[in-house]
C-alpha cells in the first residue's frame, strides 16, 4: 500500500516537473517594414558597351532597380586591364546620406589558367581606394566611405600567363554597403 | 535593493542595443563572367642579324639579346629585298609596275620596276623607290650606298637610242633639301640583257644631323638620246641591293629588335620602360614604327646609363597586307666598350579608353661579337610594293640632275 502511494506520488511530481519546464511566454512584437528606394546605386562605366578585344562588347547590364549588375568580357593573354565598366553612386537626394562600401567575394573565379583577378575601385579625384582579390573569398575595402553625392568608378583587371589554354569562368561577388562602419558584414 | 539588481543588467544592454539596431547592410550581387580570346597582337623575331629573339609560347612575350658591334652596318630596312617590305614606289607614266620577287637571276629577293610606253624626242620617265631612315645617333666614321641591279629593255618599235640611269638620293624629311645624290648609269643603246652589277659611291657624312630623318629614294629612269619618227619600248629595273653601309666609332646598333602583327581590329600602342640595369655607359633610343605609313613613335631615351624618357608616344596599329608586319620595334644604341644593359619594357595597346593590354619585353643589349652578314632566308610570296602618298618635293626629283 506504501510502496503504490510512493509509485504514484513519484508519478505525479515527474509529471509535474515536465510541466512545469514546458513554459512560454509571448511577448507581440510589431514590425512595420516600409521599403525604400536603394540610396546607393549602379552605374554603366563610361566604358560599358565600348569596344572589347577582337570586336568582342564590353557588356554590363544592370538590374532594373540598378542594384545588381552582370559583366561579361574578354581578356587575352598577359594582363588586360578594364577601365571605368562599373561605377557605384550614393546620388543626392537625399543629402547629407553617407554609406561605407566594400566588395564581399561570394563565389571566386573559377577556371583554370587565371593567375589574377582584381576589382580596383576609384573615387572621382582617380585616387585608388582599395583592391578585390576576385580568386579568393573574402570581404574587401570595409568600411571606406562613399560619401553623399559621390559615385565611385570600378575597373577590372585580369592576368593569364601565357602557355595555358585559353581560360574562361565566372565570379560572383557583391558590393554591400551600411550606413555605419563600426560592425564588419557579416 | 530590487530596483539595482534590475538596472545592473539592463546597462550593457542599452549600451549594445544601438549597435545591433544600427547593423543593418545591403548586398548588391555582381556577376563577372570571362570569356578569354585569342590574342589580337602577337610578336614575331624580324630576323635581323646580331639580333636574337625568344619569344613566349604565345608570342604575347619576347625576350631579346642585341649584340652592338663596330662592324658597318645597314640603316635602310630590308634592303636586300627578303621578307616583308618597308618600301614604298611612286610610280611615273608608263613604269607603273613595281613588285619584290622570290628569286631572279640567281639572286634572292629582287624588286622589280618596270612598264612600256611610247617614244618620241625628249622621251623621259621615272618611277620611284623610297623609304623613311633614321640617322645614327653615334659618330659615323663613313658611309657608302651600294646599289646592286642591272635592266632588262627593248625599243619594240622605231628607233631610238635610250639612256637608263639609276640615281640614289637622301633628302631630308624636314627641310627635303637634297642631302646627296649619286647617278649610276645602267645601260645605254638599243638593248640589252640584264647582267648584275653593283654601283657604289661615298655620302658626305658631315652633312647627317645624329637621329635625323631621312628619304632615301631610287629613282630609275628613261630618257630617250634620240628617237626617229616615234617608236615603243619596254623596260624592267631590277634591284637586288639597294642600302646605305655605316661604320660606326664605338659598338653599336641601329634596326629592328622586334615586330608586330594585329590579326584584327585598330589599336593605339605605346612601348614603357619600366625598370633597366646598366654595366657601363650606354646610350639608347627606343621607338615604335608603323612603316605601312611611314609614322613613327618619339622615343624612350637612355644617355650615359640613365633613363630620360621612359615612354614613347602613340601610334596607331592596324592590320595590314599579307608579308607586312602592323609595327617595328626599333633600337638605335651605342655603348662604350665591354658595356651592357638591360631593359625590361612593356609594349601597351589599348581599344579608345576601355580595354588596355600590356605585354612584357625584355631587352637585352650586350658588347659584340660581331654580327652576321645578310639573312638567307628565302621570301616565300611575291608581292607588291605599296604605293601611298609620295613625300613633298618628288617632282622637283624626277627631274633632278646633280
Redesign the interface.
Known amino acids: 500500500m506504501r510502496t503504490s502511494r510512493a509509485i504514484i506520488l513519484l508519478a505525479l511530481l515527474t509529471l509535474l516537473a515536465l510541466v512545469g519546464t514546458a513554459v512560454f511566454v509571448y511577448l507581440p512584437v510589431n514590425v512595420t517594414i516600409n521599403s525604400v528606394s536603394p540610396p546607393v546605386i549602379f552605374q554603366l562605366g563610361s566604358n560599358a558597351g565600348g569596344t572589347d578585344l577582337a570586336g568582342n562588347i564590353i557588356q554590363v547590364t544592370l538590374g532594373p532597380n540598378a542594384s545588381s549588375a552582370t559583366l561579361v568580357l574578354h581578356p587575352t593573354y598577359q594582363k588586360t586591364y578594364y577601365h571605368d565598366v562599373l561605377q557605384v553612386s550614393n546620388p543626392s537626394p537625399p543629402a547629407g546620406d553617407n554609406y561605407y562600401i566594400g566588395i564581399k567575394v561570394v563565389s571566386p573565379l573559377t577556371g583554370a589558367g587565371f593567375s589574377s583577378a582584381v576589382a580596383r575601385v576609384y573615387d572621382s579625384a582617380n585616387n585608388l581606394l582599395f583592391t578585390a582579390d576576385l580568386t579568393t573569398a573574402g570581404t574587401y575595402g570595409w568600411a571606406t566611405l562613399l560619401p553623399d553625392g559621390q559615385t565611385f568608378r570600378i575597373d577590372i583587371e585580369i592576368v593569364i600567363t601565357e602557355g595555358v589554354p585559353l581560360p574562361s569562368g565566372s565570379v560572383t561577388f557583391e558590393l554591400v554597403y551600411s550606413p555605419q562602419s563600426v560592425t564588419p558584414p557579416p | 535593493m530590487l530596483s539595482r539588481l534590475v538596472a545592473i543588467p539592463l546597462i550593457p544592454l542599452l549600451f549594445f542595443l544601438p ?1 545591433v539596431l ?19 597582337i602577337t610578336f614575331y623575331d624580324p630576323g635581323v642579324p646580331g639580333v636574337t629573339v625568344s619569344l ?3 608570342s ?2 619576347a625576350s631579346i639579346t642585341v649584340k652592338a658591334s663596330t662592324q658597318p652596318f645597314d640603316i635602310v630596312a630590308n634592303s636586300d629585298f627578303i621578307g616583308p617590305s618597308p618600301w614604298l614606289f611612286i610610280p611615273g607614266t608608263d613604269l607603273t609596275s613595281a613588285t619584290v620577287l622570290p628569286s631572279y637571276l640567281g639572286r634572292v629577293g629582287v624588286a622589280n620596276i618596270s612598264g612600256s610606253g611610247s617614244l618620241f624626242s625628249g622621251y623621259t620617265d621615272s618611277a620611284f623607290l623610297y623609304q623613311q631612315i633614321t640617322w645614327p645617333t653615334t659618330p659615323i666614321l663613313f658611309a657608302n650606298v651600294y646599289l646592286e641591279a642591272c635592266v632588262e629593255y627593248a625599243v619594240t618599235s622605231g628607233f631610238s637610242i635610250l639612256l637608263l640611269d639609276a640615281t640614289v638620293f637622301v633628302v631630308d624629311a624636314n627641310t627635303l633639301a637634297v642631302v646627296d645624290s649619286l647617278t649610276f648609269i645602267l645601260d645605254v643603246g638599243s638593248s640589252s640583257t640584264c647582267t648584275w652589277n653593283t654601283y657604289t659611291g661615298g655620302l658626305n657624312v658631315a652633312a647627317y644631323t645624329p637621329g635625323g630623318t631621312y628619304y632615301f629614294l631610287i629613282r630609275y629612269r628613261v630618257q630617250s638620246l634620240f628617237t626617229l619618227f616615234g617608236g615603243a619600248y619596254y623596260a624592267r629595273f631590277y634591284t637586288n641591293l639597294a642600302n646605305i653601309t655605316v661604320a660606326p666609332a664605338n659598338p653599336t646598333f641601329l634596326g629592328i629588335f622586334l615586330l608586330a602583327n594585329a590579326s ?2 585598330i589599336y593605339n600602342a605605346s612601348l614603357s620602360l619600366v625598370s633597366a640595369s646598366f654595366t657601363g655607359n650606354v646610350d639608347a633610343n627606343i621607338w615604335l614604327r608603323n612603316n605601312t605609313v611611314q609614322v613613327q613613335s618619339s622615343s624612350i631615351t637612355i644617355t650615359a646609363s640613365s633613363i630620360v624618357t621612359s615612354q614613347s608616344s602613340e601610334l596607331v596599329v592596324t592590320t595590314v597586307p599579307p608579308g607586312y608586319y602592323s609595327l617595328e620595334m626599333w633600337l638605335d644604341t651605342t655603348i662604350s666598350p665591354g658595356s651592357s644593359a638591360t631593359l625590361n619594357l612593356v609594349l601597351k595597346y589599348r ?10 619585353i625584355q631587352l637585352n643589349i650586350v658588347d659584340p661579337p660581331e654580327r652576321g652578314g645578310r639573312s638567307a632566308e628565302p621570301p616565300g610570296n611575291v608581292f607588291r610594293i605599296l604605293s601611298i602618298e609620295p613625300p613633298p618635293y618628288i617632282d622637283y626629283l624626277r627631274n633632278y640632275d646633280a
Open positions: 549597435h544600427g547593423a543593418e547592410f545591403s548586398y548588391y550581387p555582381t556577376s563577372l563572367t570571362l570569356n578569354s580570346i585569342s590574342p589580337p613566349g609560347p604565345n604575347t612575350s584584327t581590329g581599344i579608345q579608353d576601355g580595354v588596355y593590354v600590356e605585354y612584357p
